[in-house]
């Protein structure tokens, strides 16, 4: 069996793929495609609904399909998170806005949709957008329709009740569509408009991704009643051989502190953050840089590169994601969508698809080139029974379990430490794609310092397990740290499962001779959190041993250098109220 055979038998029941080559590496992606001929298979109310590998305190509705999060917002007390769904299965179409509120952004209720086609400017879709709250405390959702044409149109909708505390009914103006694509924009990619901003003009501004051939482009669209909206001259940016920009976010954060801003403050005292969803790669891309807002033109740092190479918020299922402002908590919060790895026949068979990752805080890093992440304070109410590791001296090619929590449901956090760099392994330069070099180098492979971590969702004699681990390689005028989330061993199925060796490497100082890592463990979800929120990596995974009580947790090491487990902290997670 060659290369690309033994690639395209892994995918074997997937909805879709994409593949594509990027520095001599070949990735290859499950993408969403709608199944109408297998819809009949999960439209009732009471379709079986199976529990094994639902999640428990991530956001996931109690059937069907669901993916990107539309348009997050903070109102009068209450979150409001709204996303793609599909009513009537586990796989795309039929696409509505499905709407569910919180007060801590970690128990929610659903309420009845918010949008769903019914006009002829949405009749064949209601897409990704956003939500903005105007002057006078008036929200207003901006989204993409298809209309008759197929064409992606910007759409706007607004409260049917203001004081209705949440906001259950939504109307379409009439006046719609607000946005219709000109000639010299493609009408077929043109989508998902962000949460908009106030100009010092008075003029509201928001951008909205498309494409020109290969060139991803976000262009820049102004209103002054938010209704009559004009094209700029020039997009907020762009960038060649990239692809369609899909869910582009713009938000600024503050050169020092955590607090998070509304997207209007501007000043040299802000940096601004650009993210687009390549739908090429089906992965999400940020830089950070400078927004001109006299010009209207965004320029990304020297520090920041535009594309398959630059920064990503995390390096493994996560896509079209999402950020909004919490004045409540003066935050700003990240949602994004972690689809499934299994088959679109597995989806219908366990009668759910898809779940929003934790939501996270993001603030700006210190050393300004980059973003960190955290999971909402909230989501600690959620621990419950807590066991404790101190100064674990961890040798070569041994593991110790971590016992008596749920190991399934889990949150651990865990700082492991050593004596020295010596055997640090040497780095080769041409080691530009982190995935590429964790599936070379995975957690059975000896290394000199590393790899060594977790192993999660594990079973007892470890047939089964998913590693997630540092690896620390010397270079030539520094040392580069690689971690990695490593579905290889995850789970014994062979057919219809998509188990890769997501990675990506962490810029941090090693002066102190530590690595911190936190991860959330939740029955099909592993949430991993490196060198403090630097790097971030989310698989989706289905064992068929490691499953509720027979999933175990380990410390491990594999590499020379003896490792100590400085402290761990480890938490059974208690189920959410979600439905």
């Not at 509505?96 to 064949?124: G, M, T």
Request: charge should be positive.
């Amino acid at each position: 069996m060659n290369f690309f055979t033994k690639i395209l038998s892994l995918l074997l029941g997937f909805a879709f793929f994409s593949l594509f080559i990027n520095n001599g590496v070949v990735f290859v992606h499950a993408l969403p495609k709608f199944y109408p001929e297998l819809q009949s298979l999960n439209r009732a109310d009471d379709a079986v609904i199976k529990p094994l590998h639902r999640t428990r305190f991530h956001f996931q509705p109690r059937r069907h399909w669901i993916n990107d999060p539309n348009g997050p917002m903070y109102f009068n007390g209450i979150y409001h998170l709204f996303y793609q769904y599909n009513p009537k299965g586990a796989i795309w179409g039929n696409i509505v806005w499905a709407h569910s509120v919180s007060r801590d952004l970690v128990n929610w209720k659903a309420l009845k949709h918010a949008i769903y086609p019914s006009k002829p400017f949405d009749i064949n879709g209601c897409w990704s957008g956003s939500a903005t709250v105007l002057p006078g405390n008036k929200p207003v959702i901006l989204y993409t329709g298809v209309d008759p044409q197929n064409r992606q149109v910007q759409n706007y909708a607004i409260p049917a009740n203001l004081s209705d505390p949440y906001l259950t009914d939504w109307i379409k103006p009439d006046d719609n569509p607000i946005v219709d694509p000109d000639s010299g924009v493609n009408a077929s990619a043109f989508r998902d408009p962000t949460t908009a901003w106030l100009s010092n003009s008075g003029h509201w501004k928001t951008i909205i991704g498309s494409k020109r051939r290969k060139r991803g482009v976000a262009y820049l669209y102004r209103s002054k009643d938010f209704v009559k909206w004009t094209k700029a001259k020039h997009p907020l940016h762009s960038a060649p051989n990239t692809g369609m920009w899909e869910c582009p976010d713009f938000f600024p954060v503050p050169l020092s502190g955590k607090q998070g801003l509304d997207v209007s403050v501007t000043g040299n005292w802000v940096k601004h953050v650009l993210k687009v969803s390549l739908d090429v790669t089906r992965y999400e891309y940020y830089t950070v840089g400078k927004y001109y807002h006299e010009r209207d033109r965004y320029v990304p740092d020297n520090t920041s590169v535009d594309g398959w190479s630059g920064l990503r918020y995390d390096y493994g299922n996560f896509y079209a994601s999402k950020t909004f402002y919490d004045p409540a908590k003066k935050r700003r919060v990240l949602w994004g969508w972690a689809n499934e790895s299994d088959s679109a026949v597995d989806d219908i068979s366990k009668g759910w698809a898809g779940i929003q990752a934790i939501p996270r805080t993001v603030w700006l890093d210190p050393n300004r080139k980059q973003l960190l992440q955290w999971p909402v304070e909230e989501l600690n109410g959620l621990r419950g029974k807590q066991v404790k590791m101190s100064h674990q001296k961890l040798y070569k090619e041994q593991h110790v379990e971590v016992k008596g929590i749920t190991a399934a449901q889990a949150d651990v956090e865990v700082t492991f430490s050593f004596s020295s760099l010596d055997k640090a392994e040497p780095f080769d330069p041409s080691w530009v794609d982190a995935q590429a070099v964790c599936g070379k180098l995975g957690s059975k492979v000896q290394g000199g310092v590393g790899p060594f971590g977790l192993l999660t969702l594990a079973s007892e004699n470890l047939q089964e397990f998913t590693p997630v681990f540092f690896r620390i390689f010397k270079a030539h005028h520094n040392h580069v740290v690689l971690l990695c989330s490593d579905a290889t061993s995850s789970s014994l199925k062979k057919d219809g499962l998509y188990k890769p060796s997501f990675a990506g490497f962490v810029d941090i100082d090693l002066s102190s001779k530590k690595l911190p890592l936190r991860t959330l463990i939740d029955h099909s979800v592993v949430e991993s959190f490196g060198g403090g929120g630097k790097t971030c990596i989310t698989s989706r995974v289905y064992p068929t041993k490691a499953v509720f009580g027979d999933a175990h947790l380990y410390v491990f090491n594999n590499g020379s250098e003896a490792i100590t487990v400085d402290y761990l902290s480890a938490w059974s997670m208690r189920s959410a109220t979600i439905n």
